[in-house]
């Protein structure tokens, strides 16, 4: 666990003093609105539709208990007891009232945490794999690449004023559990024939307006060159990005405009300057930062797996969850377990204060004191004894964070939508909240999930695409016609390796009709797909034109 040291507090100190000039100021009538936006945006906050939201950085998903237990503070002091995970794995407080909000930065600076940079156009909050450290297939760690990146882009003064926001992604396994390919710069740790470390870097993805699959730009950077080479890609966005149009202002634009072939000549020839002049990365950083990421002190576990094989058989619904929440590590012995965030009635990632200090009381007793933040809007305790999965499952399930879906349909994620953001068409959680109860009214709800089996559903209020509904299998958007909430369907999105966009199925529905789409959408997997087949590879082998006369032609017969 990374920890501040001297210059981390003091930039911190020193922006939190700024701020609070600042806010006095613009309260008292002495800085103009137009004056104080950039400035609260620089510090993560935004003014939302029922007021200002803060935005709080968690970078690369990665949490102390003790900073969970502030989190639970802030939730309890100055919000409305509840704060909202993003797809970002940064948390969000809907309800901070603006005259407090240096209070609550001061409360984020005593347990080493910010909101610099959560907002604006600006390197955001680097992102990556949930499972870094622990995952079976992980080349090397990830987080050791995103604290540096961390401090490299922190108040980097070249790259403060971007065209627009700008998103790195880093994952250090075989599998692709960071969506790199959907971030403006997605980073992939790789080793060369001699096996010294170094990355696969693609760049130009992105969603929103214009969902694009990233490309790649170089097979194979030298760890010790990242970030003269990052600096030498920002620079040529920097130059050449869009400043007339802030919807084509992403890199991606630029990319597809040059072509990726002269867009990486363009890096190429700005990092052969910056090699001329700038040092590298020498091995002794990386060996330094390594060392806030060393494995915890693992005790060996004599496997006893007749006694978790006991405990499977005799309870079904410890069965169901160890299937589908718990995760393989790479110590024997061990665990990683995801609470879920998605039980149906609760907005996707929402959590409570209390759930939150019980939540860091779990990881202070069976994960050495660490939370992660997935992608996915749930909550991970990367280092659990196998024998103590009973326990954890026993506790998980009196909070209300035991239900067995990861991976699964109801497993939703989705953004705050109209509820909250000022930018959103259609209020979003209500249609999550329709389709998960549509499923749970089945007697045999449980197997019936588990029968569709895998299946990313993705939900987003507006076309900015916060839920990252164009690459889940089935997408949701909600759109505006003449001021009523309708909502968009693509299918056969998908995230990793194999990243794609999904395929609008025809014109969109009302939010009554959802939950019945998404049946129709299933109905037909269930009766064409192969077997040990997914949903989105049914949909890959098939197209939309099955899917979308059943949907269709079902909503004719209702009309």
């Not at 309800?95 to 909000?101: A, G, P, R, V, Y």
């Not at 699964?408 to 249609?431: E, Q, Y």
Request: net charge negative; proline share 3%.
């Amino acid at each position: 666990m990374y920890q501040y040291d001297s210059i981390d507090a003091a930039m911190v100190a020193d922006r939190i003093r700024r701020y609070r000039d600042q806010l006095a100021r613009f309260l008292a009538g002495r800085l103009a609105p137009d004056e104080f936006l950039p400035l609260r945006l620089q510090n993560g906050l935004y003014i939302q539709r029922h007021g200002p939201m803060l935005r709080i950085a968690i970078p690369y998903g990665l949490l102390a208990a003790r900073q969970l237990r502030a989190l639970a503070d802030i939730a309890r002091r100055f919000d409305r007891g509840i704060g909202h995970f993003t797809t970002r794995q940064n948390i969000q407080f809907n309800w901070i009232k603006l005259e407090e909000s240096a209070d609550v930065l001061e409360v984020l600076a005593s347990v080493e945490m910010h909101a610099i940079q959560t907002s604006g156009n600006c390197v955001r909050n680097t992102t990556s794999d949930h499972f870094a450290g622990v995952a079976a297939d992980e080349i090397d760690d990830p987080r050791i690449t995103c604290e540096l990146i961390r401090q490299w882009s922190t108040f980097h003064p070249e790259f403060a004023l971007l065209p627009r926001k700008f998103k790195i992604a880093v994952n250090g396994a075989a599998r692709d559990r960071a969506a790199i390919l959907v971030h403006d710069v997605g980073i992939q740790l790789v080793r060369d024939e001699s096996g010294h470390p170094g990355y696969r870097i693609f760049a130009g993805g992105g969603l929103g307006r214009t969902p694009v699959i990233g490309e790649l730009v170089r097979d194979y950077l030298p760890r010790e060159q990242l970030l003269n080479y990052l600096d030498a890609l920002l620079r040529v966005y920097n130059r050449f990005g869009r400043r007339d149009n802030k919807y084509k202002a992403r890199i991606k634009i630029l990319v597809r405009d040059l072509g990726v072939a002269e867009f990486a000549r363009l890096i190429e020839a700005q990092w052969q300057e910056i090699k001329a002049s700038e040092g590298i990365v020498p091995d002794e950083e990386f060996a330094r930062m390594e060392q806030f990421f060393r494995q915890p002190d693992y005790v060996h576990v004599a496997g006893d797996s007749h006694a978790l094989q006991a405990q499977l058989a005799a309870n079904r619904g410890f069965a169901n969850w160890f299937k589908r929440n718990v995760s393989a590590h790479k110590v024997a012995g061990y665990a990683a377990v995801t609470l879920s965030l998605k039980k149906t009635g609760i907005p996707p990632g929402d959590v409570t204060a209390a759930q939150m200090d019980a939540i860091a009381d779990l990881a202070d007793r069976y994960s050495f004191g660490e939370i992660r933040v997935s992608h996915e809007q749930n909550l991970i305790l990367a280092h659990v004894r196998e024998d103590h999965l009973f326990d954890i499952y026993e506790r998980a399930r009196s909070l209300g964070l035991a239900t067995p879906n990861i991976g699964l349909l109801t497993n939703i994620i989705c953004c705050p939508g109209g509820d909250f953001c000022s930018l959103a068409n259609a209020k979003s959680i209500p249609v999550a909240q329709a389709i998960q109860e549509r499923i749970e009214e089945r007697v045999d709800a449980i197997d019936y999930l588990h029968d569709i089996g895998e299946l990313d559903l993705n939900i987003s209020g507006c076309i900015n695409a916060c839920g990252h509904h164009h690459v889940g299998h089935i997408g949701v958007l909600g759109v505006d016609k003449n001021g009523e909430e309708w909502f968009q369907v693509t299918i056969g999105g998908e995230q990793g390796e194999h990243a794609a966009i999904g395929r609008v199925i025809g014109p969109s529905f009302a939010r009554h009709e959802m939950a019945d789409v998404v049946e129709r959408l299933l109905e037909v997997y269930l009766d064409r797909r192969h077997h040990g087949e997914r949903f989105v590879d049914t949909v890959h082998r098939l197209g939309i034109e099955p899917f979308r006369e059943n949907v269709y032609e079902e909503r004719a017969c209702l009309n």
